[in-house]
């Protein structure tokens, strides 16, 4: 059983930056595709950006070239540089493991980026 636990969360002006930690518990995390997700209010879940076991990634065209997303196997941890932060990435984040497309989720981390 797979647990992540997310961190570094926070209020931040717009134009600032933060960085996402997501820590997984258990076996095989290297062998594991890991994600980023956000939830605005009102909004649907959706994909900020995904790492592959090889360290493929995508990116949603919302945050390319603002947002990386990389992984350190060694410490079982996942994180999310974010960078140009704009009021509009205002959303709970949420780790997740993809296991052929089945999800685990974290518990999130709220993001407010203030104008």
């Known amino acids: 059983q797979v647990r992540l636990v997310e961190s570094g969360g926070g209020v931040v002006q717009a134009g600032g930056s933060l960085r996402l930690s997501c820590a997984a518990s258990g076996s095989m995390f290297s062998s594991n595709t890991m994600a980023w997700y956000r939830q605005a209010p009102g909004k649907q879940r959706e994909l900020v950006a995904r790492i592959t076991n090889r360290g493929n990634t995508n990116y949603a065209d919302s945050v390319k070239g603002r947002f990386t997303i990389s992984r350190d196997n060694t410490k079982n941890t996942v994180y999310l540089q974010m960078n140009s932060l704009k009021p509009d990435d205002t959303a709970v984040y949420y780790c997740?493991?993809?296991?052929?497309?089945?999800?685990?989720w974290g518990q999130g981390t709220q993001v407010t980026v203030s104008s």
């Open positions: 997740a493991r993809d296991f052929y497309g089945s999800l685990t």
